[in-house]
């Protein structure tokens, strides 16, 4: 097996201060750019294969249609489709659906956790809400479901909605707040405002979902400590079940950057680094003192008992995730995949009978255990001897140079059967990953 990469770039956290353009946040391994059209015969031979005894499926569809775009916005999205042409990418998703019901490795399995991303799932009308869900469950059973997750825009949500929402069987809604502040929402070219998010939150949590989660964003344009304080006391007077906190990245395709790059800019005009930490350190605190638990880099759970979250811990363990939808995302049996970017190819692609893959990569077993050792680290701490059983090696001895350096930088401890981050580890463990990642596949871009 070929070595990981050789300690020679210090974790410069001057050089890492400023908030320059680009994707930090480490959310699939080996990184984008290495995935081909090359590979895309990978998958159709996994997916002709005989069935797995001993892997998860997941369900993803993604919903491209927002109201507006923000102008933190990455994400391929569509603001101007009407209703006969979303009911079209629809009919195109059931499609996929279909064709991969037949496939023999997809035969008769029934998804464990099934999740509805974006774009703005909640974009879609009641009856299409119904009549997509209905007809997925006709060719993938939600009946073994642990979880059924679902993104939602706050102004996009009336009462009758949420009600069809929990109604269709969704058991864990995102609600997409970023902040509880209208002029920074307004700055970021958010769609919604404050008075929808509080309405749509309070409704949401009269209505039996197995849990609320809301999204926040520290250091968004405008943010200042006193509004993000502000805003993390909003939400811990609002009781989610769950609060996810982003640090604010600009990547290259957003309408900020394009802005940075007519002006000549090189560092974004949000938060630098170190006060993004401080700002999601505070919250952490703050939360704790409310009786949460952090229970990863980015996630605060009322009641860790209760509050799962199924598809990420899942995914973060391998298991398959038969992904439909533009540009999406999915893995089967260690071959990954995304489809086609843009709605015209990934129609057509459906049209003439074929799935509409765009890219691929087949990993090999050191791969896949570096993917699963950097993902599950997101939560904090990682088992040893979880990964000698799976993959029948010492992660302790194959990482010791990476483990030794982010260690003697007060980053990490090893405690026993656990590698683990302490806060400022944490804070920082998208930068920190790139140490355990094969020498090839450092500081490659993450798009
Ligand atoms: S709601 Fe989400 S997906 Fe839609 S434009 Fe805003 S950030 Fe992008």
């Known amino acids: 097996m070929a070595e990981t990469a050789e ?70 999205v569509y603001t ?37 991303g974006g774009g703005t799932p909640s974009y879609l009308s009641i009856s299409q809400l119904q009549d997509l869900t209905s007809r997925m469950k006709d060719l993938f059973p939600w009946d073994e479901t642990e979880e059924v997750a679902f993104e ?97 990245e600009i990547p290259y395709n957003t309408t900020i950057y394009k802005e940075m790059k007519e002006t000549g800019k090189v560092t974004a005009p949000v938060a630098n680094w170190p006060t993004k930490r401080d700002w999601v350190d505070w919250a952490f605190n703050r939360f704790e003192e409310a009786g949460y638990t952090v229970n990863s880099a980015y996630t605060v759970v009322k009641n860790p008992d209760d509050v799962k979250f199924v598809y990420r811990d899942s995914l973060w363990e391998g298991s398959d995730l038969l992904s439909a939808g533009v540009a999406s995302f999915g893995h089967f049996g260690g071959v990954h995949y995304q489809n086609q970017a843009d709605v015209g190819p990934y129609m057509t692609a459906l049209d003439n009978g074929e799935f509409p893959i765009f890219r691929a990569y087949a990993t090999d077993p050191e791969e896949r255990l570096i993917r699963e050792f950097v993902l599950q680290l997101k939560l904090g701490q990682i088992s040893v001897a979880y990964f000698q059983e799976k993959y029948g090696e010492n992660v302790l001895e194959k990482f010791a140079a990476p483990l030794k350096y982010i260690e003697s930088e007060g980053f990490l401890s090893v405690e026993g059967d656990t590698v683990k981050f302490n806060r400022q580890g944490l804070l920082q463990v998208d930068r920190l990953l790139h140490e355990f990642f094969l020498s090839h596949h450092r500081n490659a871009r993450y798009t």
């Open 7 to 76: 300690i020679n770039t210090p974790l410069d956290a001057e050089a890492a201060e400023q908030t320059e353009a680009g994707n930090y946040f480490v959310a699939n391994y080996p990184p984008f750019s290495f995935w081909s059209p090359d590979y895309v015969g990978e998958v159709e031979r996994v997916l002709d294969g005989p069935t797995p005894e001993d892997s998860n499926l997941g369900v993803y569809f993604h919903i491209p249609f927002c109201r507006k775009r923000c102008h933190f916005c990455y994400f391929r």
């Open 80 to 116: 101007d489709k009407n209703a006969a042409e979303i009911n079209a990418y629809l009919e195109a998703g059931i499609r996929e659906f279909e064709r991969y019901s037949q496939k023999p490795y997809l035969a008769g399995r029934k998804p464990q956790f099934v999740y509805f």
């Open 152 to 248: 939602a825009e706050p102004g996009t949500l009336t009462e009758k909605k949420l009600e069809a929402i929990r109604e269709i069987g969704i058991t864990r809604l995102s609600l997409g707040i970023e902040n509880f502040d209208d002029h920074i929402l307004e700055v970021n070219g958010r769609a919604h405002r404050s008075k929808e998010a509080f309405r749509a939150l309070g409704f949401a949590q009269t209505l039996g979902f197995d849990q609320v989660n809301i999204d926040l964003i520290a250091g968004m344009m405008d943010e200042t400590e006193e509004n993000w304080k502000r805003c993390v006391d909003t939400a811990i007077e609002n009781e989610p079940d769950c609060v996810t906190i982003y640090q604010m």
